[in-house]
């Protein structure tokens, strides 16, 4: 009896040593995860990518050490490349299970990542109450962040399409600068005009079309879109209407010759012919003044692409992601929210990835910016009434499309083939495109 009951006491012993052990275990792993007796929280490396050159580095770099200056125990792990690659990189690193915490994001590919599973369903990490806060951003600025209802990406900059025209070269010729408003037939009409009094020295305007932004304004005047869902929201028909336009346009000498237009189409910076002289307008990305202003000597001027202003939209020029499989995204949300909302990395961000998202922090720099990004502020303050609602991001298989945009274009542009060919080929091959 003795011998029994000396063995529950070893076993009563021996089950309570194990549920000490267990409990310094549960709190020695609870002390790794939470703040200390200290109070300090626990270090944490967060991994973030994005692309661009060494200005957009140097300048990221710089708020991210502020971030940490902020929150000792966070650090980071910083990528950067070129825009060429970037992508491949991105699903390279995810198809590892190595994607960064944070990456950036254009509506390029938004779409793509998203119904991929590599970005994350943000929907618990933005609005009231959560990490990241969205109230001081243009709601359609937001809405272009979502697919499907639900937010994947945060914006963090925004630009729309507008019309860069050489302003001395007017000047000298007597001519009118373009409006808001104007159409396509008026845009043809004045840069048919300037070929003209330039002695054939100067073309009137860019042939723009193989610029699927282009396409997709001009097709939202007329009530269409781009994409309807994951499929075209324009027929052939209309397809052949646009080359037509601009193949009219080209009779007129109001374009370039094809050897212009195809290196313009390349979209290098010292190709577009405000830059190189060669035209009187380029179509681009409203923050791109600052960048072609360096480039030449003359003064240039910006104004909305033409067709009714209510086709444009406040589109995010870039966002922040998070990585789905990330075990940090509470903390990198907090890190997406600082980079898009905090005064002092605002001015140190300033205007290289597009306008600010925050309107209080567009306004707070605006002062400080030199003259050609003030009137890229001037022009999207002028435009925001006349926005008309974002449409969604484009689909997978967007990519695609702009280059067999740009294959049907250039194919007329040097007489391979005639508009209605191209718009038809154009449609076969597109669909194929966006249905994988």
Known sequence: MNAIRGSGHRSLRSRALVALAIAVAVVGATAACSPGASGKPPALRLSIFWWGGPERASITEQTLALYTRKHPNITFKRQWQANNGYYHKLATMAAGGQAPDIFQMDDNSLTDYAIRNIARDLSDLVGPGNQIDESRLPESLVAYGNVGGRPFGVPSSENTPALFYDKTLLRELGMPEPQIGWTYRQLI?????????????????????????????????????????????????????WLDLWASARQRGATPPPEIVATANTNDTDAHLVINQRGATTFAWSNMLAELQKGTDHELGITAFPGNPSGQWAR?????????????????????????????????????????????????????????????????????????????????????????????????????????????????????????
């Open 189 to 241: 009409d004045w840069a048919a005009e300037i070929t003209r009094r330039s002695g054939g020295k100067v073309y009137g305007t860019m042939d723009p079309s193989a610029d699927y932004k282009a396409l997709w304004l001009w097709l939202r005047s007329q009530g269409k879109e781009l994409y309807d869902g994951s499929s075209l929201g324009f027929t052939a028909d209309d397809l052949q209407r």
């Open 316 to 436: 995010a020029s870039q966002y922040w992601s998070i990585y789905k499989g990330t075990r940090q995204a509470e903390e990198a949300a907090k890190v997406i929210d600082f980079l898009v909302n905090d005064l002092e990395a605002g001015t140190i961000l300033g205007t290289e990835r597009g306008l600010p998202a925050n309107i209080d922090i567009r306004t707070h720099i605006t002062p400080g910016l030199p003259p050609s990004m003030r009137a890229t502020v001037a022009y999207e303050t002028a435009m925001a009434p006349r926005f008309g609602p974002a449409p969604a991001p484009p689909p997978k298989g967007h990519s695609q499309v702009k280059a067999l945009l740009l294959q049907a274009a250039e194919s007329v542009l040097w007489g391979r083939t005639t508009t209605r060919q191209a718009a038809a080929q154009l449609m076969t091959r597109a669909r194929p495109a966006l249905e994988n």
